[in-house]
């Protein structure tokens, strides 16, 4: 469920890289994301790319995270929701806004193994979350 279904609907090749930043205002730093995507009809080389600051919001597991839009160089002082609902590190990150809000299932392979998203997508629909509202996100062969 795109967080961004104007910019996202029939986009191709999304890719987020995080990366842990010290910097960032915050006890102990916070994170960046950088998501990267070809909008529906643009040519393989034209990315359109959307960024966000974000910040670990408590938890032992640190399974709630804080997001915010990056406006150029501005990060205005909203904060908005960024639950971690499954995850493993090497294979995949399921997140979400909250119930009822965009939701990412997000892989580190352009093409999964079988059955590694279906099963992704079986556990979402047993807490309830209508898996026919994903939006799958294309990805072309790597050159």
């Known amino acids: 469920m795109p967080a961004l279904a104007f910019l996202e609907a029939g986009a191709r090749n999304g890719v987020e890289q995080y990366e842990w ?23 393989e080389d034209e990315l359109t790319t959307v960024r966000q600051r974000g910040w670990v919001a408590g938890g032992e597991q640190g399974a709630g995270w ?3 839009p990056l406006l150029g160089r501005f990060c205005p002082p909203v904060r908005l929701p960024f639950l971690i609902l499954a995850v493993e590190p090497s294979t995949h990150l399921v997140c979400t806004g909250g119930a009822g809000s965009w939701m990412y299932v997000m892989t580190r392979e352009r093409r999964p193994a079988p059955g590694v998203v279906e099963a992704l997508l079986a556990k979402l629909e047993a807490t309830g979350v209508d898996v026919a509202k994903l939006m799958p996100m294309e990805h072309t062969p790597a050159p």
């Open 21 to 43: 930043d010290e910097s960032l205002a915050g006890a102990g730093g916070g994170f960046s994301v950088r998501y990267t995507f070809n909008r529906a009809g643009a040519a």
């Open 66 to 68: 804080k997001v915010a």
